[in-house]
T-cell receptor
Framework: DVKVTQSSRYLVKRTGEKVFLECVQD?????MFWYRQDPGLGLRLIYF???????EKGDIPEGYSVSREKKERFSLILESASTNQTSMYLC????????????FGPGTRLTVT | DQQVKQNSPSLSVQEGRISILNCDYT??????FLWYKKYPAEGPTFLIS?????DKNEDGRFTVFLNKSAKHLSLHIVPSQPGDSAVYFC?????????FGGGTRLMVKP
């Protein structure tokens, strides 16, 4: 059974703080993704990575960066948190080419005050 | 501009009846489509998918229909159950990226 875990379920941070969101998958998946979910906007892709130390911008990368030092771990970094980054953050992973299903973590509800 | 749209933000259905959730897309490069279900405070879970070379895929109570000429897909749930109450997202693959619609909140009333 695929498991994708995220370091925190709920997080409250102050404006200007640096925020780290961690995601770990245990199935040796190649591809990992970070999304944010906002009402009416669905899931929007922030960044994805298809290999260690590789990263690609998604639709809304501004204000975010990522790190993938190990295959199983993909971190999302908010360099200086702002109130408009209050959202639900979801991490996902997919097996190598040939599989289309994304497996999601439980999400991190981030509130920036 | 949203490439995948779910025009109904919410849908209310009586238990036992059919639920039909709709999704429209604009990108003709999409070659695989998925439906996800999401409960509050949980990550989305995969429900059913369909390749662009097919027009129908069925799995138990869930059927997905794809109309490529209209760039439209729909999810049918028959019969609907209260446990189906959730937010449903359609999503489409093109290359390395999966694009999601805005979601439809389904409420199944007992």
């Amino acid at each position: 059974d695929v498991k994708v875990t995220q370091s925190s379920r709920y997080l409250v941070k102050r404006t200007g703080e640096k925020v780290f969101l961690e995601c770990v998958q245990d199935m040796d998946h190649e591809n990992m993704f970070w999304y944010r979910q906002d009402p009416g906007l669905g899931l929007r892709l922030i960044y994805f990575s298809y290999d260690v130390k590789m990263k690609e911008k998604g639709d809304i990368p501004e204000g975010y960066s990522v790190s993938r030092e190990k295959k199983e771990r993909f971190s999302l970094i908010l360099e200086s948190a702002s109130t408009n980054q209050t959202s639900m953050y979801l991490c996902a992973s997919t097996p190598p080419a040939g599989s289309y299903e994304q497996y999601f973590g439980p999400g991190t509800r981030l509130t920036v005050t | 501009d949203q490439q995948v749209k779910q025009n109904s933000p919410s849908l209310s259905v009586q238990e036992g009846r059919i639920s039909i959730l709709n999704c429209d897309y604009t990108n003709s490069m999409f070659d695989y489509f998925l439906w996800y279900k999401k409960y509050p405070a949980e990550g989305p879970t995969f429900l059913i998918s369909i390749s662009s070379i097919k027009d129908k895929n069925e799995d138990g109570r869930f059927t997905v229909f794809l109309n490529k000429s209209a760039k439209h897909l729909s999810l049918h749930i028959v019969p609907s159950q209260p446990g189906d109450s959730a937010v449903y997202f359609c999503a489409a693959w093109a290359g390395n990226m999966l694009t999601f619609g805005g979601g439809t909140r389904l409420m199944v009333k007992p």
